[in-house]
């Protein structure tokens, strides 16, 4: 199977396609043709464990790749040590109402940016091996928090990589910024930028850009990659998670193979939502997908109207990693919905740059809306449905999930539509400890101290923090710089020595 570019003819091997991560023309891989999946092959997935069923899928796609080297990297991504038993659990939280809830958040980091993370450096090292490449590859991340520390767990130590994640230095979390400058490994690197993610997303931007660099890179046996989601390697792994909640739909008897089933999803780039459209465009049963955004409601207007439009006011809310305006993802999207037109992605694409948006059409915003629902959720709401969920159900949702719960709320409400519904949820409520407690304590003063917060969310809520988490307040600090963003570019040529 080939990937071919978003933007033209442009078309490459799976392999080539991870190495690269964007395509020479600014555009997104995407697979030319989507491998079907039928009920019979959805019912013998009930019998497989999750790796088997990531190595079935993965397979469908990667058609590259041999066996034996997807066996070999989806075991080294999914052991025990890193996920447990279970990388995935779907847990029936609502009874009567049929919804569910799939935990995608029991890797290294307790974000569901790990399913993806840890496998795509076992499939970029095995990429290198089969196309015969030799440069090291420096993986370079611009991160607002769960990005930057997933792909550090996944690439430290990897051997032929190197990592370097710029974190905006005030826009993560406490508990963010402790794993991230914690991080061991002789291959990682960690730098908080003075400025914003968008300072430190735009300084990484320009360093992919630089040609002279690139020069000087290769002179020195080094290419530069990308882990962020517009990597076909970060987005494949999310596809056998929505296989995998069905199956575990079927055993717990929420569903009988064949049944239709809705997807909630707490979006901010696309990827997550997109894996899952993949997934029903392989045959998986599914109604509809309900795209939860937080006040950065882009996407809620998008579907809604069929107009991109940018141009609004960027906020800082609970739910920091859905805090995005440009969802790059989407890309893929149109190329599907317009069955592959180059020329008009191109030519949006190009709109979305210089003007901050662009307009669908009716045609493709009905078509659009038959996947598709969305709704977005402000603060005061998200707070409000982990406390009565917490006190209904005593289920804690972090604040990410929380949103897509609400979203969910609505979606029955105003559509009248009864389907069971499944809910991503993306993150540990752990790692949003503060305002997941301020959330259930509105009255209580704001604790400051992260770990107090997490000993005080434990006891409220009955749950353990996680071992590592506890574990980050005796970590010795190993990244202290602070650069400001100028100094990006140099900092790189001083790691690595040009
Ligand atoms: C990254 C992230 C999201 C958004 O996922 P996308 O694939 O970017 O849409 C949602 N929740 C959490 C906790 C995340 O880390």
Known sequence: MFYKSTRSDEKVLSAQAIINGLASDGGLFVPEAFPQINLTDIENMEKMDYLQQAEFILSKYLTDYSQEEIKQAVAKAYNKDAFGDKPVELKLICHCANMSALELWHGPTFAFKDMALQLLPQLL????????????????????????KAALEGF??????????????????????????????????????????????????????????????KEKGYAFSSANSINWGRLVPQIVYYFSAYSQAIQNGNIKLGDKINFVVPTGNFGNILAGYYAKKMGLPINKFICASNSNNVLTDFINTGIYDRNREFHKTISPSMDILISSNLERLLYHLTDGDTKQIANWMEQLNSDGKYDIGEKYKKQLQEDFWGYW???????????????????LLDTHTAVAWKACQMYRQLENDGYPTIILST??????????????????????????????????????VPIAMELLAQAQ???DQVVEKEEMPSTIKSILRL
């Open 427 to 464: 993150a540990s409520p752990f790692k949003f400890a503060q305002d997941v407690l301020k959330a259930l304590e509105p009255q209580e003063e704001q604790i400051n101290n992260p770990f107090e917060a997490l000993i005080e969310l434990s006891d409220i809520s009955g749950l353990k």
């Open 377 to 395: 959720v402000d603060e005061n709401d998200t707070s409000k449905i982990i406390k009565d969920l917490f006190e209904s159900h005593k289920y």
């Open 156 to 217: 430290a130590d990897v051997p032929g990589t190197r990592i370097i994640v710029f974190y905006p230095q005030t826009g993560v979390s406490d508990i963010q910024k402790l794993q991230m400058i914690t991080q061991k490994g002789a291959n990682v690197n960690v730098y908080a930028v003075k400025g914003n993610f968008d300072d430190a997303q735009n300084g990484v931007k320009k360093i992919f850009n630089n040609v002279q660099l690139a020069k000087e890179m």
């Open 125 to 148: 090292t095995t990429a290198i091996k089969k196309t015969g490449k030799s440069e090291e590859i420096v993986i370079l991340v611009a991160t607002s928090g769960d990005t930057g």
């Open 477 to 479: 600090v190993l990244h």
